[in-house]
């Protein structure tokens, strides 16, 4: 018996995330019929847990240089065509409460259940069919159409959009499924990576994980990049905004150097000698850092000695270590750890008005899955709903 016709679409978008939820309401209020696949068994996952559970759905500074990817200028049309105030309005047309935090970034007061709830709506104002809980089967392009196996269904389509994701989070269910995809349309991938996760220290560096749960602010530097937010000692390393940050940055056998002291002026070591000669370096560091961080960072400094007892060379040496502090990294907590994932589908082959792949017509790639990489803070998914929004008008 022959195998049904497939389901004929405008559109098959593969990936019910942030960036394929808000593709399909757009390409289904102009009209498209859309269908929306994933092997999940529920939307928007990764936003669900985003931002403890308030979900961080933007950033009000977001501008390009705030996203990494080898192509430095690709994200420049998408996000200038779909801004932060953009995605604004449309939460404040749904009525969803939302809070500012620091450098920017943007937070549901509620839940972010509100926030996939809306996506949700806007895909059903287009019509858009929603298939859950089913995985990708056999997959196939001819004569301009695309062609998808999915649970025990065939759909066909003249689009087909890429907007799976990266395998941060494993279990989220999120997979390198997107790279194998592209690969076999003739994409290239740029070296996957886990991004804003935490770092990990060994060797003798090890000690400084009897610090875990203290945290400071810091200015954290790799290579010519440098961030200043909240440090955390963990039992396996370093954490916290500032070393997920800088994380992205980071390669493997690089240092990453910490000022502990970015208020304090130069020489304050040495003027606090002259008006505390009976401090100790650690009496000195109390009143500036968390006591067990002043304690161990002392010690391996200058013992116990009193200011009074070492040489303003020296001090001046002590000052210069604690304002760029030099740790090696011996790897990072990996994709399990992981916020998002670095590198990906190549965007040397894609528009940057579409989202389209140059040399395979009708196959688009969004959202993570893509080489374009933001801060911590809402920059992925401001990012999600640009590059969505893009294709979205496009396909």
């Not at 405008?10 to 019929?33: E, T, Y």
């Not at 440098?226 to 800088?246: C, D, M, N, V, Y």
């Amino acid at each position: 018996m022959p195998s049904p016709a497939p389901t004929p679409y405008d559109a098959i978008i593969l990936g019910a995330g942030a960036a394929g939820l808000f593709c399909a309401a757009v390409a289904g209020q102009r009209g498209r019929k859309v269908l929306l696949i994933d092997h999940a068994d529920a939307p928007g996952k990764k936003i669900l847990i985003s931002g403890g559970g308030r979900c961080n759905f933007t950033n009000v500074n977001t501008q390009p240089d705030r996203y990494i990817s080898a192509n430095p200028h690709f994200a420049k049309s998408a996000l200038g065509r779909y801004s932060a105030q953009d995605f604004i309005a449309l939460v404040d047309a749904y009525g969803i409460a939302w809070h500012e935090k620091t450098l920017g970034q943007l937070f549901c007061d509620g839940s972010a259940r509100q926030i996939v709830a809306m996506l949700l709506d806007e895909c059903a104002k287009g019509g858009v069919q929603i298939a859950l809980g089913q995985p990708i089967g056999d997959m196939a392009h001819a004569d301009g159409t695309y062609r998808v196996t999915y649970g025990s269904k065939t759909a066909s389509a003249p689009a087909l959009v890429i907007a799976t994701g990266g395998p941060s989070i494993p279990k989220m269910g999120a997979t390198g499924f997107a790279y194998d995809l592209a690969r076999q349309f003739g994409l290239k991938v740029v070296e996957p990576r886990p991004a804003l996760v935490p770092l990990t220290l060994g060797g003798e560096e090890t000690l400084f994980r009897s610090l875990s749960g203290v945290a400071t602010e810091v200015i954290v530097r790799a290579g010519k990049t440098a961030f200043r937010e909240a440090a955390l000692f963990t039992h396996k390393g370093l954490s916290g905004p500032a070393i997920l940050q800088i994380s992205s940055y980071w390669r493997h056998g690089d240092p990453v150097a910490v000022d502990f002291l970015p208020d304090t002026p130069a020489g304050w070591l040495t003027t606090a000698k002259r008006s505390q000669p009976r401090a100790t370096l650690r009496s000195a560091l109390g009143g500036l850092l968390p006591d067990r961080l002043a304690a161990t960072l002392a010690e391996r400094l200058a013992g116990d000695k009193r200011l009074a007892d070492q040489s303003d060379k020296l001090l001046a040496e002590a000052e210069r270590r604690l304002g760029a502090w030099d740790f090696h990294p011996n790897g990072t907590e990996g994709y399990a750890k992981a916020e998002v994932t670095a590198g990906g589908i190549s965007t040397d082959g894609l528009s940057s008005q579409t989202m389209e792949a140059r040399k395979v017509p009708g196959l688009y790639a969004i959202g993570e899955a893509v080489d374009v990489t933001g801060w911590l803070g809402g920059y992925n998914f401001q990012w999600a709903w640009a590059s969505g929004h893009a294709a979205g008008l496009a396909i």
